[in-house]
């Protein structure tokens, strides 16, 4: 690429090891959340839903990623290794807004085919999903493989607590919910039952997708991935 291997694997490291940091401490945070229910004695009957909310960076452009997202919208669509590198100290730090290599966003996005923002074959789009409820779910460490969308979540908790959804607030009459309990997967016995969703519809940037009964049909229509 023009460029001596070891400065871009210093760069590319440098990248990934920020990213490795983000995770971390955002573990270590979900894990403070959860120490306090604990201390309080109310983790037994709390229901916590924690979602791992992305699955890899941006593939954007260039190749190489850049420290910052704001150089393309002033024109600048290239940015050196050589320049990247004078970032290297603050990557990841609040003087820097950074994207990785498209490499480490392809690698990081299996098993799943393309990257985030292909919607289609679930990148960026599919994502861990872990609930705990002790005094309701008994099997701990259980599995479930349902399939269900981000929009189910407000429908368990609702059902979970017993509430109604309003059908006015501030004299507005209210949509119907459109997502579907998993309350019923709360249950070991449910563990194989099929999913209550049937159907659900993917799009992002022109990139398609249809999920349907256990099925899954998708597009990949081709497109930049300079934004």
Sequence with gaps: MGYPVGRREKLFARQAE??????????????????????YGQLDNTL????????????KEPWSARPTSTPPTNGILDFPIAEQLKFYDIWGSAHT?????????????TPFKWTKQIASHFGGTRQGLAISWPNRIKDAGGMRHQFHHVIDIVPTILEATGIQAPEYFNGIKQKPMEGVSMVDTFDKANADAPSTRKTQYFE????????????????????GLGY
Excluded: L
Aim: hydrophobic fraction near 40%.
């Design 18 to 39: 920020v990213y490795a940091g983000y995770t971390a401490y955002t573990d270590h945070e979900i894990g403070r959340v959860i120490q306090a229910g604990r201390r």
């Design 48 to 59: 916590i839903i924690y979602i791992d909310g992305d699955t890899a960076p941006v593939p």
């Design 97 to 109: 807004y950074p994207h990785m290599a498209v490499a480490w966003s392809w690698a990081f996005d």
């Design 204 to 223: 992002m940037i022109a990139n398609r997708g249809i999920y349907h009964d256990g099925w899954y049909a998708n597009t990949t229509p081709p497109h």
